[in-house]
């Protein structure tokens, strides 16, 4: 199993939500951008690459 993986997952989805965040502290049209554009695809991201490792764990343990 590679750490590494989740690791990166964990950290681009970190990232998302830390973008996110920053952007509600005080919403303008340009923050609520900033989110939309950024934030919101950095989550999508990290959970499609967290999805990505949990799939490629579950074939090395032949669950699939």
């Known amino acids: ?36 554009m950024v934030g919101a695809p950095l989550v999508l991201v990290g959970g499609a690459m967290f999805l990505r490792a949990v799939w490629r764990v579950m074939r090395e343990k032949g669950a699939v």
């Open 1 to 36: 199993m590679n750490d590494g993986d989740f690791r990166r997952a964990c950290a681009v989805t970190a990232l998302g939500l830390a973008v996110e965040l920053a952007a509600a502290l005080h919403w303008t049209p340009a923050t609520f951008i900033l989110a939309a």
